[in-house]
């Protein structure tokens, strides 16, 4: 993964990444609340010879009481020393569940030991510290004594006493929330890694490069409006999603470039990726640049394109096959541009043996000869077998995948059906793209659609440059149009005068 591939992680899981990190925070915050503050009070003592003479006496007595007061600091949490001070403050413990609220430290090189006592009360901590300092000094005392009698060689002073502590020692809030923050966000990190390795859903450009070499012939937003309203005449002129299927119909130029493809079958690899409303908008934006179109509904088990269209679906495609009527008279103009469409017809008990039959290439070659281009909208490739078999009799196929819906092994096994049968995989298209975000794909001159004036085709906000920029753009579109249409106009058959 290269810096671009975090980045797009982290754009793509902030939400749950911020999510993770305050519930650490949170979680620090909760475990200071409900912690039971402790207080921490201390003591020092200075531990020193009582020998007298030379400097090399002096200097050889310091270094034996250096070496003493690391062995002070272990008799410290013996119970020689804290039964007694039990005893005397009356509490209601053991030495060894005292030694653990008692700690004992010592500075390297110095004769100075450090007792620490801890306890809920801040005047119990300090009678505890006081009382092991006073309990340790008899101890030793006791045991540097010298069997022939006399006075021990060591004397230990408290030279600082124990005093209540203001403030507790524990719960530090500062350091559990910076502690919480710390631990979420690595958390929130590590789950949205996880996230990326195990989540296989194609959510944009980047999973499909990952799949597939295949072109990437265009990108359409998700827009909550289409699903009312899924045509490309009715959304404005100007609109993200319009300009997303124009851009459709320039690269699939592109991609036919030979002109060889004047055939093309729209499928996906399951149902609900958006394959029927990207058939009927791409047949709609050819015809819109002066091709003459044909619309084919060859989807015999959920024909939409007669509801989308609002036409006849009783008579069509399978009444041609059967050869119940010429295709000719079935044949329905929709529009004022030069489209007609072959809606479905009656569905019939055999989809597959009749769209694999010679009857319906004969019918794609009459097309072909009629029109300057016939888009097909074919069944989902991974459920039935018709998309597969259809592909054979068409120049090319455009494979609609729906972001969010299709995982990568469905494109995987969806490429290698079309492979198995050498249809000409023409490009893939995303649909239902997040409008904004890291796996947008749409770019528009506008920064919203109250921008754009859907009836008389100006700005409401820009002026002069903004009416400009939009004039240059169509003047653009209408130069890619005649330079080179999409499919090779037929000069045998215009259908539209």
Same mark, same amino acid.
């Given at each position: 993964?290269?810096?671009?591939?975090?980045?797009?992680?982290?754009?793509?899981?902030?939400?749950?990444?911020?999510?993770?990190?305050?519930?650490?925070?949170?979680?620090?915050?909760?475990? &200071?609340?409900?912690?039971?503050?402790? !207080?921490?009070?201390?003591?020092?003592?200075?531990?020193?010879?009582?020998?007298?003479?030379?400097?090399? #006496?002096?200097? +050889?007595?310091?270094?034996?009481?250096?070496?003493?007061?690391?062995? !002070?600091?272990?008799?410290?949490?013996?119970?020689?020393?804290? +039964?007694?001070?039990?005893?005397?403050?009356?509490?209601?413990?053991?030495?060894?569940?005292?030694?653990?609220?008692?700690?004992?430290?010592?500075?390297?090189?110095?004769?100075?030991?450090?007792?620490?006592?801890?306890?809920?009360?801040?005047?119990?901590?300090?009678?505890?510290?006081?009382?092991?300092?006073?309990?340790?000094?008899?101890?030793?005392?006791?045991?540097?004594?010298?069997?022939?009698?006399?006075?021990?060689?060591?004397?230990?002073?408290?030279?600082?006493?124990?005093?209540?502590?203001?403030?507790?020692?524990?719960?530090?809030?500062?350091?559990?929330?910076?502690?919480?923050?710390?631990?979420?966000?690595?958390?929130?990190?590590?789950?949205?890694?996880?996230?990326?390795?195990?989540?296989?859903?194609?959510? *944009?450009? &980047?999973?499909?490069?990952?799949?597939?070499?295949?072109?990437?012939?265009?990108?359409?937003?998700?827009?909550?409006? &289409?699903?009312?309203?899924?045509?490309?005449?009715?959304?404005?002129?100007?609109?993200?999603?319009? #300009?997303?299927?124009?851009?459709?119909?320039?690269?699939?130029?592109?991609?036919?470039?030979?002109?060889? &493809? @004047?055939?093309?079958?729209?499928?996906?690899?399951?149902?609900? #990726?958006? @394959?029927?409303?990207?058939?009927?908008?791409?047949?709609?934006?050819?015809?819109?640049? *002066?091709?003459?179109?044909?619309?084919?509904?060859?989807?015999?088990?959920?024909?939409?394109?007669?509801? !989308?269209?609002?036409?006849?679906?009783?008579?069509?495609?399978?009444?041609?096959?059967?050869?119940?009527?010429?295709?000719?008279?079935?044949?329905?103009?929709?529009?004022?541009?030069?489209?007609?469409?072959?809606?479905?017809?009656?569905?019939?008990?055999?989809?597959? #043996?009749?769209?694999?039959?010679?009857?319906?290439?004969?019918?794609?070659?009459?097309?072909?000869?009629?029109?300057?281009?016939?888009?097909?909208?074919?069944?989902?490739?991974?459920?039935?077998?018709?998309?597969?078999?259809?592909?054979?009799?068409?120049?090319?196929?455009?494979?609609?995948?729906?972001?969010?819906? =299709?995982?990568?092994?469905?494109?995987? @096994?969806?490429?290698?059906? =079309?492979?198995?049968?050498?249809?000409?995989?023409?490009?893939?298209?995303?649909?239902?793209?997040?409008?904004?975000?890291?796996?947008? !794909?749409?770019?528009?001159?506008?920064?919203?659609?109250? +921008?754009?004036?859907?009836?008389? *085709?100006?700005?409401?906000?820009?002026?002069?440059?903004?009416?400009?920029?939009?004039?240059?753009?169509?003047?653009?579109?209408?130069?890619?149009?005649?330079?080179?249409?999409?499919?090779?106009?037929?000069?045998?058959?215009?259908?539209?005068?």
């Amino acid at each position: 993964m290269d810096l671009s591939d975090y980045l797009r992680v982290l754009r793509r899981n902030w939400v749950l990444m911020l999510a993770v990190t305050l519930a650490g925070l949170l979680a620090g915050g909760a475990a &200071a609340l409900l912690t039971k503050p402790t !207080y921490t009070a201390d003591t020092e003592i200075f531990v020193a010879t009582q020998t007298a003479g030379s400097v090399q #006496e002096l200097q +050889q007595g310091n270094t034996f009481t250096q070496a003493r007061v690391q062995s !002070y600091a272990k008799v410290v949490e013996s119970p020689v020393v804290l +039964q007694p001070v039990i005893d005397s403050l009356g509490l209601d413990i053991n030495a060894e569940q005292l030694a653990r609220r008692v700690e004992a430290k010592t500075d390297v090189n110095t004769v100075l030991l450090n007792i620490s006592a801890s306890d809920n009360s801040p005047v119990q901590a300090a009678a505890i510290a006081q009382s092991i300092a006073n309990s340790l000094v008899q101890v030793v005392d006791g045991l540097e004594k010298p069997r022939t009698g006399g006075p021990s060689p060591v004397s230990l002073s408290i030279i600082k006493p124990a005093k209540a502590p203001s403030s507790p020692s524990e719960p530090n809030t500062r350091m559990d929330l910076l502690l919480g923050l710390v631990v979420g966000l690595v958390l929130g990190t590590v789950a949205a890694v996880l996230r990326t390795i195990f989540d296989t859903r194609i959510r *944009g450009e &980047a999973e499909v490069r990952a799949v597939t070499e295949a072109p990437l012939l265009g990108g359409i937003s998700f827009d909550q409006g &289409a699903v009312r309203k899924p045509l490309l005449t009715q959304a404005p002129s100007q609109s993200p999603r319009a #300009e997303s299927f124009r851009q459709l119909r320039t690269n699939l130029q592109f991609a036919n470039v030979s002109g060889h &493809a @004047k055939t093309v079958l729209v499928t996906s690899s399951l149902p609900g #990726e958006g @394959k029927s409303t990207s058939a009927a908008n791409l047949a709609i934006a050819m015809a819109q640049a *002066g091709s003459s179109v044909c619309l084919v509904d060859a989807d015999l088990r959920r024909p939409m394109i007669s509801e !989308y269209l609002g036409l006849e679906r009783n008579a069509g495609l399978t009444t041609a096959l059967v050869g119940a009527a010429d295709v000719s008279d079935l044949l329905q103009g929709w529009g004022d541009d030069d489209l007609f469409v072959l809606t479905s017809g009656q569905i019939p008990p055999n989809p597959s #043996e009749l769209l694999g039959s010679q009857e319906m290439q004969q019918l794609i070659v009459q097309l072909e000869t009629s029109f300057d281009a016939v888009i097909i909208d074919a069944p989902p490739l991974l459920p039935v077998t018709d998309a597969a078999v259809l592909s054979q009799f068409v120049g090319g196929v455009i494979l609609v995948v729906g972001s969010q819906k =299709l995982r990568k092994k469905d494109i995987e @096994k969806s490429i290698a059906a =079309l492979q198995m049968v050498d249809a000409n995989l023409l490009g893939i298209v995303l649909n239902r793209l997040p409008a904004k975000g890291p796996e947008a !794909y749409t770019y528009t001159y506008y920064s919203n659609h109250e +921008q754009v004036d859907a009836t008389s *085709g100006s700005s409401r906000r820009g002026g002069g440059a903004n009416r400009s920029m939009q004039d240059n753009a169509s003047a653009t579109l209408a130069q890619e149009d005649e330079a080179a249409e999409v499919f090779p106009l037929s000069s045998t058959h215009r259908r539209r005068q």
